[in-house]
């Protein structure tokens, strides 16, 4: 079994600061798609900035379903709220997430999320339950 304890992102004036928690584990069964990660992140954008923030999401998509352990990206947008988005990925482990997270956060690539945001980050690692 995979754990992670990682730390949500919590935004106010004074900055954001990450705080994620989850785990993922490998789910039992034959094939390519038995071990998996899913990794659901919701991201909460300053009151109308939620297309800003989409365009900032949608602009992050190719680099990350390139990254290595990357399995499924995809990007909704809250039914009833514009200014939630939420990404649903599907990874390799919950490590390969959390180094891609790592890269994200320290090279340089970040494309200007942070100033969007104007609430916390949920990012949860989910195991399938008929495991």
């Known amino acids: 079994m995979l754990r992670t304890i990682i730390n949500v992102l919590a935004c106010s004036a004074a900055g954001c600061m ?3 928690v989850g785990g993922c584990m490998a789910a039992p069964g034959d094939g390519p798609t038995a071990d998996h990660c899913l990794v659901l992140v919701e991201l909460t954008a300053q009151e109308g900035k939620g297309a800003e923030l989409l365009g900032v999401c949608e602009r992050m998509l190719p680099d990350t379903r390139a990254f290595a352990g990357s399995k ?3 990007l909704y ?10 990404w649903v990925e599907y990874w390799d ?7 891609y997270l790592q890269w994200r956060m320290t090279d340089g690539s970040d494309p200007g999320l942070m100033p969007l945001l104007g609430g ?3 990012i949860r690692f989910l195991n399938p339950a008929d495991n």
């Open 18 to 20: 990450l705080v994620l």
């Open 72 to 74: 499924v990206v995809d």
């Open 77 to 86: 947008v809250d039914q009833d709220s514009s200014d939630v988005v939420c």
């Open 93 to 99: 482990s919950a490590e390969a997430y959390n180094t």
């Open 120 to 122: 916390p980050v949920s």
